[in-house]
């Protein structure tokens, strides 16, 4: 049986990862973003209010990765190399990808999820005005499916 490695019987702990060897690591994220057609067609054209919905999601998804250990408290601070967030459109819903990448000694799996989680959040922001009902509600928008697609730890032989 695994056991839980942030606590032990003295509390919680941040995980010791000093031992462990520097290698590459990736991680990708996904998650939805279901939005009305209307809504879908608005930003793809650009004439959102709030202006360029998917730019702004980009850079709000970056800044959220770089952030993660501030948000997750017993993240490791972890040297990042890259960053890429992209988006693929469907007719009522919107998919982002996030993909972060470091050498280190631990994963970016909470990294990937973090930037994901926020850009979706940023696009639901930039878009709430069209998406309320008369009610002030959302009947219809939805944040779903948000999960680690892949997770990448190369270890090298000449290591």
């Not at 520097?22 to 202006?51: Q, Y």
């Not at 990448?101 to 930039?126: C, F, H, N, P, Q």
């Not at 002030?136 to 892949?150: A, D, K, L, N, S």
Request: aromatic fraction near 8%; include cysteine; proline fraction near 4%.
């Amino acid at each position: 049986m695994k056991e839980f490695t942030h606590f032990d019987e003295r509390g919680v702990k941040m995980v010791e990862v000093g031992h462990k060897r520097e290698v590459f690591r990736r991680a990708v994220a996904k998650g939805r973003i279901r939005l009305r057609p209307e809504t879908i067609e608005l930003i793809k054209s650009g004439k959102t209010k709030k202006g360029n919905v998917i730019a702004t999601a980009q850079i709000a998804g970056i800044l959220a990765v770089k952030k993660t250990p501030e948000l997750v408290p017993l993240c490791h601070p972890i040297p990042l190399t890259g960053v890429d967030i992209s988006f693929e459109f469907g007719e009522d819903y919107i998919e982002a990808t996030c993909e972060v990448r470091a050498y280190y000694k631990t994963g970016v799996e909470m990294e990937a999820l973090t930037g994901v989680t926020v850009a979706l959040l940023t696009i639901w922001d930039m878009v709430k005005a069209v998406e309320k009902d008369e009610k002030g509600q959302y009947p219809f928008t939805r944040i779903e499916g948000i999960h680690v697609v892949e997770k990448v730890k190369e270890v090298y032989s000449s290591q």
